[in-house]
């Protein structure tokens, strides 16, 4: 039988159990779920930071409405990992897939807790696949695989130093929420997945369009008096990145050298291939699909000088890019 080491699920950890990122699904896109996780860690940094952003009384009001907005998701996403077929991964394969993701950020962990000598991790994370009931999963694997990701998360922040970083995290949670849906058995229409589908597009704009004025406030009162928690907030806001499998140039473009103020609806140009995107209100974009080589990025942006950007990418390869216009 697998373990059910208790660990105290707290402010940090209660959010994971939304359903986050159902990225085997036909319905959401990857960069969908990607953005949801995005929110779910700004969600964590405005209840970690409360006291502060509550001396903001304006600010705090706008965050009480984002985060109300973003509650109001998990029905949403409930609806969104129902079909009509049934599901679309066995408990097995379902479990195997969260293990692999989940064990080797457990084994780095317990190494971190071991050099420092924390007992409580270094039992939680002393995490083995025989610990997991492989062969006919259960709820006690899910309940290990939550304390497992409530513990990884709690100490994230020190957990960096062995390289565990939130963005692993989430994938690891996406995948522990697709092992829960496989524990049912699912009982919504596929109209209603429909119908949940246009709900969850009404609430991610809402979301963006109340976390956009948030960015604002939050980086033009506190960027001075506080701008350790403000680069640490603009992290937060950054979507991460999927495995490619064709020629990928993503960037992200900022009007500041600080890289704090992200410029919205610039055109990104890849001038020899004569493709281009525009911005999101991240300031995030990429262009998908070329022919690689030795190429050049130019930006527009109104009221801003234009900038070139010299890039090389190799067929089938992944390339970042940050742009500052000033």
Not at 81 to 103: I, M, P, R, S
Not at 160 to 188: C, H, M, N, Y
Request: with cysteine; net charge negative.
């Amino acid at each position: 039988m697998p373990r059910t080491t208790s660990y105290p699920h707290n402010e940090y950890s209660s959010p994971l159990n939304f359903y986050l990122l159902i990225i085997n699904s036909n319905i959401m896109t990857y960069k969908q779920a990607l953005k949801i996780a995005m929110f779910l860690r700004i969600t964590l940094f405005f209840k970690k930071n409360k006291t502060l952003l509550d001396t903001f009384t304006f600010l705090a009001g706008i965050i009480d409405k984002f985060q109300d907005a973003y509650s109001r998701l998990e029905p949403i996403l409930e609806q969104q990992a129902a079909n009509t077929t049934g599901l679309t991964k066995t408990k097995e394969q379902a479990l195997a897939d969260v293990v692999n993701a989940l064990l080797p950020l457990c084994r780095k962990a317990y190494a971190w807790a071991r050099i420092n000598k924390n007992e409580t991790l270094k039992s939680l994370f002393n995490i083995h696949v025989t610990d997991f009931s492989m062969s006919s999963p259960g709820q006690d694997d899910y309940t290990l695989v939550s304390n497992l990701i409530a513990g990884l998360n709690t100490n994230i922040t020190d957990l960096l130093e062995v390289r565990i970083t939130k963005i692993q995290l989430d994938e690891a949670t996406a995948l522990s929420i697709i092992f829960k849906s496989t524990l049912g058995v699912p009982q919504k229409a596929k109209k209603d997945t429909t119908a949940a589908t246009v709900s969850l597009d009404e609430e991610m704009l809402e979301l963006t369009d109340l976390e956009e004025i948030c960015h604002d406030l939050v980086v033009n009162e506190y960027n001075i008096t506080d701008h350790d928690m403000v680069l640490t907030y603009v992290a937060s806001r950054k979507i991460g990145n999927t495995t490619k499998t064709h020629t990928t140039v993503s960037f992200n473009v900022f009007a500041d050298a600080a890289k704090l103020i992200p410029i919205k609806d610039a055109a990104v140009t890849i001038v020899e291939r004569n493709r281009t995107e525009h911005t999101d209100y991240l300031g995030m974009g990429e262009i998908v699909q070329f022919k690689g080589g030795k190429l050049t990025l130019l930006i527009k942006a109104e009221k801003l000088l234009d900038k070139e950007v010299p890039f090389q990418v190799k067929n089938g390869q992944h390339t970042d890019l940050e742009v500052v216009m000033s």
